[in-house]
Each structure stands twice: as C-alpha cells, then as structure tokens.
C-alpha cells in the first residue's frame, strides 16, 4: 500500500525523460536513482558498503545520487571520498545524519535521556526536523524518478516523506529488521516507520531467502512485493590467483596452516567459541602444531578475545592482526587454509547473509559458518563448506577436525566453492538483475500512470 505523502506541494514526481537538472552539467536522459545510504564511506566500508558500490558502479542505465549523512567523519574526509564520486558514476550528496546520536550529557544536566532533560527534547526535536527539511529539499531538487532505501531502519522514518507516485525500493539485509539499538527510547519509534516503509514500498529486495522470510513476517509486506537477489562478489577481486605459496611466504606462513576470521570483532561473528573449540581440540591433541588461528578485523572485542586466548591457554597458536586494508584482504583468503566464522544471533542480531563466506570461497577456502541468519544461501552444505550451531563449541570442534585433517576434503571444498560463485554469485550477474528490477518497478508505476 501507498502512505500518503507529508511533502511539500511542490515535490511532483516523474517519470522518464527526467526533468531533474542536469548531473555535472551533461544532458542525459536517463532515470534519476536517489539512493539513501546511511553507511556509506569514508565512515564505513563494511560488507554492506561494498554490495552497494559494486552495483552502483555498475547501474548504467540510471542516473544515480547517493544521499548519506556527515557523521563519524571529517569535512576534509568527505570532501576527499566525494571527489572520486563522478569516477564510479555516481553524485554525492550529504545531510546531516540518518541516525540520532545522542552527544555527551552536559554537567548538571540530570543522569540520562529517561529524564528528558529539556536541553535532551530539543536535541531530538532538531534532529528530526533538521533531517525532514534536508530530505524534502533533496526530493524537491532532484525530483528522482525513483528511490531506493539502503538503510531501512536508520532512514525509514524519511521514506514516509516519499511521495506516493514516486516508487520507493528497500534493499533489505536481515540484522536491521531484529538487532537491538541505542537510542532505546526511540527504538520503537524508528522500528514502527521502518515496517511503514517495507509496506508503502514498490518493492523490497532482500538478501536471501532468510531476510525475505523475516520481511514478510515481520513487516506484513506482500509477497509480491519481495524479490530475493543475493549478496555476490566481485570475481576479479577475489579469485584463485595462483600466488598461493608466494602470498604464504610474503606473510610468514610457509610452514604453518592456517585458520582465518576475518570480521569486525563483535560477539555475534563467534569467534569467542571458535577459541574454545580450539582449545578443546588441543587438549584432545587433535590439532598438529602447526596449525593456527589467525583472527583479522578489529572491534571492541578485541581486548576480551585476546584475554580468552590467554586464559584457555592457546594464546601462542592465535593472532590478532588488526585492520586489513582492501587490497590486501583477498591475498590473506586465498593464503589461508580454512575459513571460520561460526556466527550466531544475539540479541536480535545476526548474519543476514554472510558475504565473507563468499569472499572466501572465491580465493578457494573451505569455510565453516554458523547456522544463524541467512548464511544457507552463501554456504551450500557439503560442497563449499559447513554450517554449524554456533552455540555448540563441540559442533565447531567436529567440523575443525574434519577440515584440519583431512587436505583432500579441504581442497575439494575449495574448488567446489570457487567454481559455485563464479557461476552464481558475480557482482555482474547481481547489478543485471537489480537493474532489471528497478527499471520493472518504472515500468509498472508508468503503465499504472497511464490507466
């Protein structure tokens, strides 16, 4: 169903030609995208960041601006990232924030928001404010043709602004319908406007067969309205290259195997329990020696998993890397000998997909995941890798001793794996297909304008 519109008069949407000035002062003709990006760099570069620049970059048949916010960066960082906006075919342009982010309590000021302190109220009264006026003037500018909604939870509460004759797409990921959230007090505020805005939408694409199913049951949308396009990877970056034993020499690895976890180090990636089912494997002296954990990313769990390590008495066979920047994180894949991130839901929150299964398993690694979330549509069970309970340390344990002993297995795994993404899950295949669902959805409100 469509929400009727709380916009201005004179926000008139439309359809092909567009009517929007000109990008970069080039005429073109093409149907204006407003994307609304809530992480976006330099901010963030996660996992979601990267699905929405391999399609971006690659959406041809649309004009594109990327509409994300200013916080968590400097000016000089923004301004820097934008620039190179234009080389991957798309406009930049910045609000304030998505998201309220509460600043630190003045003295004197009371103990917290559930006081509401006066000075508090007027903060969250000029956040929304602020955001609705920024938002209604890039509509009212731009005039998209359409708009897509990275970001359902964080940007949902501006959807309900999108006119009601221009079509509005959510590109939906899973943890954003259950994980728990700071502000609390306005967690079901922002939850209620998100669901709004998966029901007032043309169409909500999910990233697997998981996040779908939670999009129905969740939000009430239609199934018609639910289209699944996978997460993907982009096969020229992660791939088998061939530089396997220079890459494990470059990085001191020659006579060592190697487990790796590379992920933000956060509780629910479960890399406190691939530890403990490490360290049970070597008190039943079912791990050679030269077998270790390499654990790459940072978090603020970094301090707690380095002191598990410590107390379970594996720390020798475990190191933390820290930050791996972009263009070396395949090299550390396709380096590796197992992949190991046995994920789980806490609080809500899980893997809604899993894209560094698939990363993995491009570079030619066996990977083990957890059996939360969306991880069957990146793991296919006995031919890429395992899932398993992530709460169980002896199900990590069980499917450890699988891999670390037995090569075959390990390289059939990998093989088996590199050959299913390459054939299923390039970033090429996934932007021809969301491109042809975008331009479905013009297609059906012009045909619908016409009655």
């Not at 390590?309 to 066979?317: K, M």
Request: proline content about 5%.
């Amino acid at each position: 169903m469509n929400i009727a519109p709380n916009v201005a008069p004179d926000v008139v949407p439309h359809l092909v030609p567009s009517g929007a000035a000109p990008i970069a002062g080039l005429e073109d003709a093409r149907p204006l995208l407003l994307f609304a990006a809530p992480y976006f760099p330099p901010a963030y570069y996660g996992g979601v960041v990267q699905v929405y620049l391999g399609l971006l970059e690659r959406l041809k048949q649309f004009r594109i601006v990327v509409a994300t916010d200013k916080h968590n960066s400097t000016l000089e960082e923004q301004s820097a990232w934008d620039a190179t906006a234009a080389e991957r075919g798309f406009e930049v342009r910045r609000i304030d924030a998505f998201e309220l982010h509460l600043k630190a309590k003045r003295k004197g000021t009371g103990s917290g928001f559930l006081l509401a302190p006066l000075w508090r109220a007027q903060e969250v009264l000029s956040f929304f404010s602020k955001g609705k006026a920024q938002w209604r003037q890039l509509l009212v500018e731009l005039r998209p043709d359409l708009v897509v909604c990275g970001g359902s939870y964080s940007a949902g509460w501006l959807m309900k602004l999108v006119p009601a004759a221009m079509p509005l797409v959510n590109y939906l990921h899973g943890e954003e319908l259950t994980m728990r959230v700071s502000p609390r007090l306005l967690m079901p505020h922002m939850r209620r406007w998100q669901m709004q805005s998966i029901r007032q939408a043309e169409l909500n694409v999910a990233v697997s067969a998981y996040t779908a199913g939670l999009t129905q049951k969740l939000a009430g949308a239609a199934i018609e309205r639910i289209a699944v396009l996978p997460n993907f990877v982009d096969t020229k970056r992660f791939r088998v290259s061939g530089r396997r034993q220079e890459l494990r020499a470059r990085l001191g690895w020659e006579t060592r195997r190697v487990i790796l976890t590379l992920a933000r180090l956060e509780p629910r990636k479960g890399i406190d329990q691939a530890l403990r089912a490490m360290a049970q494997l070597q008190r039943e002296d079912k791990l050679p020696t030269e077998w270790i954990y390499v654990i790459a990313g940072r978090g603020k769990e970094q301090p707690a998993l380095e002191r598990l390590s410590r107390e379970l008495g594996i720390a020798e066979r475990v190191a933390f890397r820290g930050f791996v920047p972009d263009d070396e994180v395949a090299e550390l894949y396709e380096a590796a000998d197992v992949f190991l991130q046995p994920n789980r839901e806490i609080d809500g929150d899980t893997e809604g997909f899993g894209i560094v299964f698939l990363e993995a398993s491009a570079c030619g690694l066996p990977v083990i995941g957890g059996i939360a979330g969306g991880t069957a549509d990146a793991i296919e069970e006995g031919v890429s890798g395992f899932r398993v309970d992530g709460e169980s340390v002896e199900a990590i344990a069980q499917a450890l001793r699988r891999l670390t002993g037995d090569a075959e297995l390990r390289e059939r795994l990998g093989a088996q794996g590199a050959a299913r993404v390459a054939a299923d899950f390039t970033v090429e295949q996934a932007a021809a297909q969301f491109n042809g669902m975008l331009m479905d959805v013009l297609d059906r409100r012009e045909a619908a304008m016409r009655r």
